[in-house]
Every structure is written in structure tokens, then in C-alpha cells.
């Protein structure tokens, strides 16, 4: 058994700075910045949202830019298998998480639980 649930949409960001995106998108969502480096790195912004709200990820990325989606899980591994079941197919493991295309063709990750708790919103798979 293990649980998991939708978490954050990412904002993969081609070819321009994340605090430039950053900005963009903290005004034009109304939320305001949580950080521009994240990690570090120089890799990952945020936008501050409420614990009842899905994280907003701001992702610099090589490929071109657009919208995907993550699903956190107490059990990544499970998880993904979970997903290939139902038609999905493992793209690559990054890090700690499993880059994964639906049978539709969108990409999307299986990430680690990215909070304490994991909400009122959550899926028990057994």
C-alpha cells in the first residue's frame, strides 16, 4: 500500500532567468515570490501558495517551455509502477523522482512527498 496525491504544477521556463519568470508569474496568479533559487542552483523558483493549494514551480529547462504536473508519493517506486499499469511509460529517474509520459503524451513527475503532511486530498493505493 502506499499513498499519493497532485502537488504542484510546473512552470518549465526555456531561454529566460527565474527571477524574470518569476516575477511574471507572481503577478500575473497573484502570488507573491517564495523564492528565485530554490535550491541553490539557479534551477528552480517558487511562488508562495496555501497549504490547501497546489505548489507553483517555476523550472529552468533546456527543452522548450510548457506546463507539467507532479504527483508526490510516500512510495515513488510504487507509484510509478502504479502509473505503468494504467499505460504509462517511464521516461527517466532524475535525482529522486521518475520523469514519466502518460499515454497521451504528456510529461509529467513522481516525486517524493513534498510536505509534513499530504493534505486532506490524498489517494491510498494497495
Known sequence: MHHSRLCTLVLDCQDIDLETAAQFWSRALGKSIES???????????????????????QRVDHPSRVHLDIEADDVDAEADRLE??????????????????????????????????????????
Not at 40 to 53: I, M
Not at 93 to 118: L, N, Y
Request: charged share 30%; glycine share 10%.
Open 36 to 58: 528565485t533559487d530554490e535550491d541553490g542552483d539557479g534551477k528552480y523558483a517558487s511562488l508562495k501558495t496555501h497549504d490547501d493549494e497546489l505548489r507553483i514551480l517555476l
Open 85 to 126: 499499469q494504467l499505460g504509462a511509460k517511464r521516461i527517466g529517474f532524475v535525482k529522486r523522482w521518475w520523469v514519466m509520459e502518460a499515454p497521451t503524451g504528456h510529461r509529467f513527475c513522481v516525486v517524493r512527498r513534498q510536505g509534513a503532511d499530504f493534505g486532506p486530498h490524498l489517494n491510498r493505493w494497495d
